[in-house]
């Protein structure tokens, strides 16, 4: 049993399936997003970088984001013969070190797309896939820390891939308006990704994983995350309103008054309706990440 855990010379290949699956398509979903919110705010047409456009769709969903996920799997993979043991890796179908090769052969890929991409997307790239690697594997495992772990998921997912979509579009460095909203976005994804950690709260305890809602208690990390969600998007508000993007400052405003009601209600019961919140603030919060872009790309004039 131990050799069957350890070794891949003769293990047969992993099916096609079986490697999508273990790169989870469903989470690539929010990289995409906000890599297209960087298309956006850059206010380059589409038409001027269409290839460009699509292979950097490529590199913040299936490369990077996939490869963070078998990367992720790769070191959980004790933890997931106990809780998810029909996921690729512990039930053999991705047998032996399969697993761990994948991962790197996924960052080899992304690595070289992105260089082909432009230098300002190489380096977000490497800098989002060494988080991908920190974030799972020791000695840093910053999956285990509730200010660390959150904070490399929500650089990733929304600062790093928008910075990618801008940066695709331009061919350089983005402007310093669309550099400071994507990063009071991020900022903001954090408190997003602390209520993702309310739903294995006694499973963090028990497992040593220092979440902030294992730390520091549900309620308080409940009300931690609202606060830092909302700071970051009034002072999105009022940057937008002093650009001169005053329509798109009130829609912002409007979202948040949205997600502040339904804060208000997840309060109640973090743990229960901390899933319901997401599926409902989280979507006005980056809804109100893309109206942010279509200001700062001067879309439709807005």
Known sequence: MARSTTSTPGLPMPRLRDVVELSKPITWFP?????????VSSGVPVTDRLPFLIAG???????????????NDWFDRHVDAINEPARPIPSGRIAGQWGLWIACFGTLVSAVVAWATGPWVFAATLLGLACAWAYSAPPFRLKASGIWGPAVVALTYEGLTWFTGASVMAGALPATPVLVILALYSV????????????????????????????????????LACVVMTVPQLVVVALLAFWGHHLVAAIVALLIAGQIRAMMRMLGDPVARAPWYNAVGTSMYVVGMLASAFGLGAVFGL
Do not use: Y
């Not at 769709?57 to 990367?71: E, N």
């Open 188 to 223: 903001g994804a954090h408190g997003i990704m602390t209520l993702n950690d309310f739903k294995a709260v006694e499973g963090d305890r028990q497992t040593g994983i220092r979440s902030l809602p294992a730390v520091v208690g549900v309620d308080r990390a409940a009300r």
């Open 31 to 39: 990289p995409i997003w906000a890599f297209l919110c960087g298309v």
């Open 57 to 71: 769709v490529a590199l913040t969903g299936p490369l990077v984001c996939g490869t963070s996920q078998a990367i």
